[in-house]
């Protein structure tokens, strides 16, 4: 089992409407959570970070974390096409030095249309 | 303007030719780690730096060399490239190594060996 998993997409929804992404992760001590979004050829950038169980809100954007069932979720309302973007699951696991990983999911494509 | 320089952004060069990716960071951060992105792959890690002269392996580290001897600096070195070494590289830091580790990136190096 990989240790994050996310669906690849593409995942398309009109504009206007809510894109719901997906995450899955292995490690039940996981503590931090968060979405980077990244634009075709361009680096990651943090949108979202979340620690924990619960929504966290910020602007269009909502986390939701659930670690009993470790599961994180990102929600974009009123999507625009600017939106069009990878959207990266990364989830900090910590090792037994008490240094900590960021173990990164494959992506969710997500395509807003017109 | 804080940030994560990398150079160079584009390289093509042959197989067994050595060369090296700089990464510098002018945020005094203390964790350093270099990724390479391929295609249905997601971000891998290939070695990270908690501090200076602290360095250790991630889930790819065959063919890369690194060094830290310096806080804001953290080459990453090919010895012998080969061609499944064509990839994208990002470096990325962050203000520690334990705990929430929110990664900033460089805006990556595109990498191919002929």
């Known amino acids: 089992q990989k240790e994050v998993e996310q669906n690849s997409g593409p995942l398309s929804v009109p504009e206007g409407a809510i894109a719901s992404l997906n995450c899955t992760y292995s490690?039940?001590?996981?503590?931090?959570f968060f979405w980077y979004r990244q634009y075709s050829g361009k680096s990651p950038e943090l949108i979202m970070s979340?620690?924990?169980?619960g929504d966290k809100e910020d602007g269009r954007f909502t986390a939701q974390l659930n670690k009993a069932s470790q599961y994180v979720s990102l929600l974009i309302r009123d999507s625009q096409p600017s939106d069009s973007a990878t959207y990266l699951c990364?989830?900090?696991?910590?090792?037994?030095?008490?240094?900590?990983?960021?173990?990164f999911g494959q992506g969710t494509t997500l395509q807003v249309k017109p | 303007e804080a940030q994560v320089t990398q150079n160079p952004r584009y390289l093509i060069t042959v197989t067994g030719k050595k060369l090296t990716v700089t990464c510098s960071q002018n945020?005094?951060?203390?964790?350093m780690s270099w990724y390479r992105q391929d295609p249905g792959l997601g971000l891998r890690q290939i070695y990270y730096?908690?501090?200076?002269?602290?360095?250790d392996k991630g889930d790819v580290p065959e063919g890369y060399k690194v060094s830290r001897k310096e806080k804001r600096n953290f080459p990453l070195i090919l010895e012998s490239p080969s061609p499944n070494q064509t990839s994208l590289y990002f470096c990325?830091?962050?203000?520690?190594?334990?705990?929430?580790?929110?990664?900033?990136f460089g805006a990556g190096s595109r990498l191919t060996v002929l």
């Open positions: 979340i620690y924990s169980n």
């Open positions: 490690d039940r001590g996981s503590q931090s």
């Open positions: 945020m005094n951060h203390e964790y």
């Open positions: 730096s908690m501090n200076v002269e602290v360095t």
């Open positions: 990364a989830v900090n696991v910590i090792g037994s030095s008490n240094t900590g990983k960021l173990i």
């Open positions: 990325a830091s962050s203000l520690r190594a334990s705990g929430a580790n929110v990664l900033t």
